[in-house]
């Protein structure tokens, strides 16, 4: 399981290589847009592009990741107990009140113990763990 989330990590990494490879011709869309070699860059998407949102809510020493594509939203770590309400208040600014998965990297306090304080009245389809369900017994 190492060995194959070590893989995943590492071929995330390289997409942005593999994007930046090919350049889109004047009738193409443009995917991977740089504004640090090209600041001037149009950056409009296409009508009804379907885009990824990506939110870091404001939190210090601990993790919490929103994500949000195609009509489902995700969870990835919501930080300590003590700063899980910036992340529960950042997902009510989005008007979130469902999670189609709520994930959690590893057991350590700064990125599990948050998911204890989601709202009772959120809905979560799938909890995903990253360990095995006995690691911190």
Do not use: W
């Amino acid at each position: 399981m190492k060995r194959l989330f070590a893989l995943l990590v590492c071929l995330l990494m390289l997409l942005p290589l593999c994007a930046l490879g090919e350049e889109a011709s004047a009738d193409e869309p443009r995917y991977v847009i740089d504004l640090t070699r090209d600041p001037d860059a149009d950056y409009a998407f296409e009508e009804g592009a379907e885009l990824l949102e990506v939110y870091f809510p404001e939190i210090y020493g601990a993790d919490a990741c929103i994500m949000r594509c195609g009509g489902e939203t995700m969870l990835i770590d919501a930080a300590t107990v003590g700063q899980a309400q910036v992340v529960m208040d950042a997902m009510a600014s989005l008007g979130i009140t469902h999670l189609d998965t709520a994930f959690n990297t590893h057991p350590h306090d700064d990125h599990i113990m948050g998911f204890q304080q989601l709202p009772e009245d959120m809905t979560v389809d799938r909890f995903v763990i990253a360990f095995p369900e006995d690691e911190n017994r």
